[in-house]
T-cell receptor, first 110, second 116 residues
Framework: EDQVTQSPEALRLQEGESSSLNCSYT??????LFWYRQDPGKGPEFLFT???AGEEKEKERLKATLTKKESFLHITAPKPEDSATYLC???????????FGAGTILRVKS | GAGVSQSPRYKVTKRGQDVALRCDPI?????LYWYRQALGQGPEFLTY????????KSGLPNDRFSAERPEGSISTLTIQRTEQRDSAMYRC??????????????FGPGTRLLVL
């Protein structure tokens, strides 16, 4: 069964304290690994897509990496405005649907 | 430009009533997706369309759920004879091209459905 698992479920950081979020997947024929940010009461907002192991993408304080079994979202020197739920999702070989993890709730305190 | 819009944003209904949820995708996007998101969980796939054709409805929970996109633009998700377990956030997403498993899906704000 296709599955995406995220850890930790919740993470509290002090402003400036770097950390990483994990996304492990067992999606048959994974074609793309997507990261989204979701703020309370809003829809998921696209951040990155990774297509092959070894690929990395960066945006401001965020960097996403991909291996054959998992992806990491690294957050460098986070700020309170980075507080949100971060979702990862896999797209499968034979369809367009995304399989999402449950998300990691990030809280950054000043 | 305008993003994906959904209406209504909130819907409260009584058990047994039918509801229709509307999605207006980003202009020019040919693929449209419906997901359901429970509190504290990621979105769960329901169905998707390329143009007006429904390509995959494997995620629809049962035959009370149906979706259409008759002119290849606006889509309606209909739930008949609603039950309390149908209460959730229903999200719509769209992407630019059909058949593109790598295409980014852009999500709307969702419709919160509450069945009493």
């Amino acid at each position: 069964e296709d599955q995406v698992t995220q850890s930790p479920e919740a993470l509290r950081l002090q402003e400036g304290e770097s950390s990483s979020l994990n996304c492990s997947y067992t999606v048959s024929g994974l074609r793309g690994l997507f990261w989204y940010r979701q703020d309370p009461g809003k829809g998921p907002e696209f951040l990155f897509t990774l297509y092959s192991a070894g690929e990395e993408k960066e945006k401001e304080r965020l960097k996403a990496t991909l291996t054959k079994k998992e992806s990491f979202l690294h957050i460098t020197a986070p700020k309170p405005e980075d507080s949100a739920t971060y979702l990862c999702a896999g797209s499968m070989e034979y369809g367009n649907k995304l399989v999402f993890g449950a998300g990691t709730i990030l809280r950054v305190k000043s | 430009g305008a993003g994906v819009s959904q209406s209504p944003r909130y819907k409260v209904t009584k058990r047994g009533q039918d509801v229709a949820l509307r999605c207006d995708p980003i202009s020019g996007h040919v693929s449209l997706y419906w997901y359901r998101q429970a509190l504290g969980q990621g979105p769960e796939f329901l169905t998707y369309f390329n143009y007006e054709a429904q390509q995959d409805k494997s995620g629809l929970p049962n035959d009370r759920f149906s979706a259409e996109r008759p002119e290849g633009s606006i889509s309606t998700l209909t739930i008949q004879r609603t039950e309390q377990r149908d209460s959730a956030m229903y999200r719509c997403a769209s992407s630019t091209t059909p058949g593109g498993y790598q295409e980014t899906q852009y999500f709307g704000p969702g419709t919160r459905l509450l069945v009493l």
